[in-house]
């Protein structure tokens, strides 16, 4: 029974997070997308914010994978 609880909170972590994620980087391209349309001059400098924005987002699904990993693992 607990082992069964703990993977099912494991792919909650994991599935949870990257649903976030997914949903977080798709609204942060269209919005870049739709900056460098209206002002081309900046696209350099909206590219590199976009880059930086999505790696933060993207820490947040590793952080949902190593809680899954530490669940099934036992260390938590």
């Given amino acids: 029974m607990v082992a069964g609880l703990i993977a099912i909170g494991a792919g909650l ?21 739709e900056s460098i349309a209206r002002q081309p001059e900046v696209t350099g400098t909206v590219r590199t914010l976009l880059f ?12 949902g ?6 669940l099934v ?3 938590m």
């Fill in 65 to 70: 994978l190593v809680v899954a990993l530490m």
């Fill in 52 to 63: 930086i924005a999505l790696a933060f987002m993207e820490t947040l699904t590793i952080y």
């Fill in 73 to 75: 693992t036992g260390k």
């Fill in 13 to 33: 972590a994991v599935g949870i997070a990257a649903v976030g994620a997914g949903i977080g980087q798709g609204i942060a391209a269209g919005k870049a997308f």
